[in-house]
């Protein structure tokens, strides 16, 4: 059982560049969430699919920010251009449906100088 | 606005002794709480829930208690080890998808 795998684990890029993150779900979850950590709001839900469709995104801060969920088996976060106060963990997580625990992968450190 | 406060950014313990995490919540339509565990350069891992119709939930050295007409929930660690050491996040629910997270406190326990 290799869990949420996320990738990078660490990403340093400079303002304005493009930052792409990615997420494998476990295996038969059939719902993905997109969480951003901060040190003054804690863990906020950015987007949520199940089923690999987009059904709430009121979290996602800006128009700068996306994602998509192509298969049951792959998504990505992409935010462009970056901006220093992105700088955070973002976390992706996954769960058997969407009232179950959520199972969470190691996140990706972001850095936008 | 915060949903779910933990007013406590950090608490230290010795070895042995009782731990006793405290989170407050707002929204009285939550029905579902959840404790997640966090070390360092890892994710968040599930360690105890609750539903409201329970006002205590027991699960080896970790008990939740719920206080609804409060509106407080607590994860009490009973004895607590060094290997508890991590940052705790209380979460709740409304029966929907969206769990709504606190900012952690951070747990020390002194060996």
């Known amino acids: 059982d290799a869990g949420v795998i996320q990738s990078p684990r660490h990403e340093v890029t400079e303002m304005g560049q493009e930052v792409t993150l990615r997420c494998k779900p476990i295996?038969?979850?059939?719902?993905l969430f997109w969480y951003r950590q901060t040190m003054m709001r804690g863990l906020e839900l950015l987007i949520y699919f199940n089923n690999n469709v987009p059904i709430d995104d009121s979290g996602m801060p800006e128009d700068r920010f996306s994602a998509k969920m192509p298969n049951a088996s792959f998504s990505t976060l992409k935010i462009q251009p970056s901006e220093p106060r992105d700088s955070a963990v973002y976390f992706c997580a996954s769960s058997l449906g969407p009232n179950e625990k959520l199972f969470f992968g190691s996140g990706t450190q972001l850095s936008v100088l | 606005d915060q949903q779910v406060k933990q007013n406590s950014p950090s608490l230290s313990v010795q070895e042995g002794r009782i731990s006793i995490l405290n989170c407050d919540y707002t929204?009285?339509?939550?029905?579902?709480f959840l404790w997640y565990k966090k070390y360092p350069a890892e994710g968040p891992t599930f360690l105890i829930s609750i539903s409201s119709i329970k006002d205590k939930n027991e699960d080896g050295r970790f008990t939740v208690f719920l206080n609804k007409s409060a509106k407080h929930l607590s994860l009490h660690i009973v004895p607590s080890q060094p290997g508890d050491s991590a940052v705790y996040f209380c979460a709740a629910t409304a029966g929907t998808y969206k769990y709504i997270f606190g900012t952690g406190t951070r747990l020390k326990v002194l060996a």
């Open positions: 929204n009285s339509m939550f029905d579902y």
């Open positions: 295996s038969g979850h059939n719902s």
